[in-house]
């Protein structure tokens, strides 16, 4: 049971009834797990008294599974559901590299059900400032499970594996429940509806609504159905449009592009070499120049190849030019050329790295993985300058 008081005095006057209520009722006050919280900047500590027997002012208190601060910030919680989440998220980890056979669907829909539900566990009454500790455990746990390298970013790995943002999902919960109250109000619903307090939930829902360009009066006249329909799919289409900006006109021209569905070799191999390569030359950041030449900040013009062709040691430049790979290159790839006789190599690069067909796809992963393997053989026995 929560009492609710805007004043001490006021809250004093309903312990008093709560406490002749239960006499009445013949009904016991467990004094040590009750506790009062006092929503307020100033430190004032009060006492509170139930029957005679003192109740414990608390700096913060977890009701209904969400930690409450005296603040009336929502940190403390934020801090609670992400060290909750990533106790999850460690385990699942552990589990995905030795009984989970390293299957990435699988261990994306586990994390959705185990992880994400707790990271979004009371989400829907939040107001939190930001989204950036949520979203760092979803990253943290793609880029584990798919073993590619910190300089593949969130946006990069949220293509690959089909997940929107963590505050979209925040944000979808929170208009299934605010249309809750408007559509269906039941229990004490209809009391907070007729409330004229501007809480910041009730602004920061008004003003989400309004930058994904609907207005309250047109989504009651969708009614519930219709309206939670057309705000999840504006939410998500911005979302995926973000995506796209971090990635370049490449992917924006991709001919497999379907917002969040996981890439279709993700099903078909779960073999980490092979997933591992083919990612890092789908987001071009394959060991080679380019990639050192990003860390020393070298111009992306001056990453030669050291096959001194004089090209710049893209995964285009690996996959079709450097005669560093040739015999993998007649092997893997020059079979697959076949089909299309009069197509340039642009062409070839994007159709092999689009992940159309599995076949291809297949062959494409096992050159990558081998060239990696062969550059790093050269490279030990002449290392770059
Ligand atoms: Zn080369």
């Not at 403390?76 to 299957?103: D, N, P, T, W």
């Not at 990435?104 to 939190?128: D, E």
């Amino acid at each position: 049971m929560v009492l609710l008081s805007l004043s001490p005095v006021g809250l004093k006057r309903l312990l008093r009834v709560l406490a002749c209520n239960c006499i009445e009722d013949q009904l016991v006050i467990n004094h040590s797990k009750s506790k009062v919280i006092v929503f307020s900047r100033k430190r004032r500590k009060y006492r509170w008294q139930v029957n005679g027997t003192s109740i414990n002012q608390v700096p913060s208190y977890r009701y209904l599974g969400i930690l409450f601060h005296k603040s009336g910030l929502w940190r403390s919680q934020v801090e609670s559901a992400r060290a909750i989440a990533l106790r999850s998220s460690k385990a699942l980890l552990s589990f995905f590299c030795s009984k989970g056979g390293h299957y990435v669907p699988s261990a994306i829909r586990v994390f959705t059900a185990k992880v994400i539900s707790k990271l979004l566990y009371g989400a829907q009454v939040s107001n939190y400032n930001s989204h950036l500790p949520f979203e760092i455990i979803q990253t943290k746990f793609l880029r584990s499970i798919l073993a590619v390298p910190p300089c593949i970013s969130n946006a990069k790995l949220r293509y690959i594996t089909g997940m929107p943002s963590i505050e979209s999902q925040i944000w979808i919960l929170k208009f299934r429940y605010w249309m809750k109250l408007i559509f269906e109000p039941v229990g004490l619903s209809p009391l907070i509806l007729i409330d004229n307090f501007q809480s910041k939930w009730k602004k920061s829902l008004s003003l989400q609504l309004t930058s994904l360009g609907f207005s309250i009066p047109y989504v009651i006249s969708l009614g519930r159905s219709k309206a939670l329909l057309a705000i999840t799919q504006r939410i998500l289409d911005v979302d995926f449009q973000n995506v796209l900006s971090c990635l370049g006109p490449r992917f924006a021209s991709s001919p497999s592009l379907k917002p969040f569905t996981s890439a279709q070799f993700l099903y078909h191999l779960s073999i980490p070499r092979l997933r591992k390569a083919f990612t890092m030359a789908k987001f071009d950041v394959l060991p080679s120049a380019l990639l050192e030449g990003r860390f020393n900040r070298i111009p992306q013009t001056e990453s030669y190849c050291p096959c001194d062709s004089g090209a710049i040691e893209t995964a285009g430049h690996v996959l079709l030019e450097c005669r560093f790979y040739t015999s993998l290159r007649s092997h893997f790839i020059i079979p697959l050329f076949q089909k299309f006789p009069s197509r340039d190599k642009k062409f070839f690069a994007q159709y092999l790295l689009a992940d159309i067909n599995s076949p291809i796809t297949c062959k494409v992963m096992n050159f990558f993985a081998a060239a990696i393997d062969t550059r790093r053989d050269l490279m030990s026995k002449e290392p770059l300058t």
